[in-house]
């Protein structure tokens, strides 16, 4: 099984639109959630972390994770053709031999259309 | 957060040679992970740098082909030796950007390709 799964899309929309992107984690004792963004050609930015269970906002983001489903999202609100890029999940599986590493997830494509 | 400089940004180099990547960050860390992404594919890691003690390589990665080097708490080396095709890849340094958060900044990468 998968440790981190996600929606490889591409998943288009409208620009103005909300752009909802989904990630599911294998792992129950996982304690630590984050989202990155990658341009094409370029390194992952960290934009949202989310450790407890409900939503987590931060202008246009918001995370939402629910760990008895193992559960994680992102929403990105009235997205922008800037918003185009890869949506990278990473989840930090606690009681790894090398602590603190991150397990990715292999992207979600997301496309905004003006 | 932590800046990171990492050079080179990419390189070709003939199959049977060696590159090492370097990263230098603005503030000490005790933790560095190297990580590769191999095209269309999500980050993996290689391996976690301390300083002072050897590094520690994933399932599926050795010392002997990927040589790491942690000389002090604000730089890091990593060698993919012995390079094949296969070697090609992107390959990114990062460190946690804040104290006890797990999240992690990268550098810009090194986009290496092996002919």
């Known amino acids: 099984q998968k440790e981190v799964e996600q929606n490889s899309g591409p998943l288009s929309v409208p620009e103005g639109a909300i752009a909802s992107l989904n990630c599911t984690y294998s792992?129950?004792?996982?304690?630590?959630f984050f989202w990155y963004r990658q341009y094409s050609g370029k390194s992952p930015e960290l934009i949202m972390s989310?450790?407890?269970?409900g939503d987590k906002e931060d202008g246009r983001f918001t995370a939402q994770l629910n760990k008895a489903s193992q559960y994680v999202s992102l929403l990105i609100r009235d997205s922008q053709p800037s918003d185009s890029a890869t949506y990278l999940c990473a989840v930090n599986i606690k009681g790894r031999r090398s602590q603190g590493n991150l397990i990715f997830g292999k992207g979600t494509k997301l496309s905004v259309k003006p | 957060s932590a800046v990171i400089s990492q050079k080179p940004s990419r390189d070709i180099c003939q199959r049977g040679t060696s590159l090492t990547i370097q990263c230098q960050v603005d503030?000490?860390?005790?933790?560095m992970f190297w990580y590769r992404q191999q095209p269309g594919q999500s980050l993996t890691l290689i391996a976690t740098?301390?300083?002072?003690?050897?590094?520690?390589?994933e399932s599926g990665f050795v010392i002997d082909k990927f040589p790491i080097s942690r000389p002090n708490l604000t730089f890091s080396t990593l060698t993919v030796s012995n390079m094949s095709p296969e070697d090609s890849s992107i390959y990114l340094c990062s460190v946690d950007s804040q104290p006890n958060s797990y999240g992690y900044t990268f550098g810009s990468g090194t986009r290496l390709t092996v002919v």
């Open positions: 792992d129950r004792v996982s304690q630590s």
């Open positions: 989310i450790y407890s269970n």
């Open positions: 503030s000490q860390v005790t933790m």
């Open positions: 740098a301390n300083q002072g003690s050897e590094a520690t390589y």
